[in-house]
């Protein structure tokens, strides 16, 4: 089956679509990661600045760097100070000179794409989604209702719960706030008005990202991911504002099945590490190897428990980040 040519999508049609010359003419003098810190901060994230760069505060009580494939070389100091100010836990920042976890980004890099690009086993299952549905930008009023339906189905299935996804005021805070952002976008795979999938997107500095995707338990069998994945990608390498996209961070639990399905789709993993600073009154306390003992255990007693496997991997980042050299 053959695929429409890219600039027929209905993606490419988008009302909140900005021309690149407006997107870099408004972060040309900002520090990058703006565009995303402002969509963070109108959901009521803390947003400093510091180190050189912007930082933002997760549901953990972590400051986390932006955007995402910005590389960092702090000052060991100035972050320790950086935790102290904010009363944060910690940081987390990627980085190609710090040591730390092995980690990295999924990125696909401007190229000629087309269905032949993908894995063999998923090109029959994005033909397959197009007799079922198409993809457009799903509109406000259709987030509010079955995006939050939407939500509740995947972190049901994914056996985890996020209250700004899953809770009905802040879900609907969050897409006020993705609406007040020209930059954020909602591609999505319909089957008439029936929503199956959707993702969330933001477009700065010639990249795209990839920040969230949810989905019907229902439609699966019809592979809605499968499609709304290639579509958006497809896209995104066919227009001249941009130069990659990119997937999000390697988790810092287990996820090979997501590994797969992301490279499969001919996204590769730009490899940094993950350097992890704890709080300077938490770190003496956690950064032992018997705290690490008790995590490891209580692990083996609970071996589904995503939280479990992220704290023993944030204490394990903890032990080993530090500057590669030494600083000035």
Known sequence: ???????????????????????????????????????????????????????????????????????????????????????????????????????????????????????????????????????????????????????????????????????????????EAAFACPEIEFPAAFSGRRMAAYMATCRERRWLQILHQMSRQEDLSNFPNHLLTYIVTRQATTDVSLEAVCYGYVPLFAADGLHEYKQRFGYEMAPHRSAIQLHPALNPVLNQAIVRAAVRFARRLRRESQQLETIETVLEGARLSRPSFNQC
Not at 78 to 91: P, S
Not at 113 to 138: G, M, N, Q
Request: with cysteine; glycine share 8%.
């Open 1 to 175: 089956m053959s695929i429409a040519p890219a600039e027929s999508s209905p993606l490419s049609q988008s009302r909140r679509h900005l021309p690149s010359s407006v997107t870099e003419g408004n972060t040309n003098t900002a520090l990058p990661g703006s565009v995303l810190a402002q969509f963070l901060k109108l959901r009521g994230r803390n947003i400093i600045e510091a180190c050189g760069a912007l930082w933002y505060t997760t549901p953990g009580r972590f400051l986390m760097s932006l955007p995402y494939d910005a590389m960092l070389d702090p000052d060991p100091g100035e972050v320790r100070g950086m935790i102290r100010e904010t009363g944060v836990f910690g940081a987390r920042f990627p980085s190609l000179k710090w040591t730390g976890l092995e980690s990295g980004l999924y990125v696909l890099r401007k190229r000629n794409y087309d269905i032949e690009s993908l894995h063999t086993k998923h090109r029959p299952r994005v033909r397959h989604a197009l007799r079922h549905f198409e993809v457009r930008h799903a509109e406000k009023a259709e987030l509010l209702d079955q995006g939050w339906t939407l939500n509740l189905s995947t972190m049901i299935r994914q056996g985890r719960y996020d209250p700004e996804f899953g809770d009905r005021r802040r879900w609907e805070k969050f897409v």
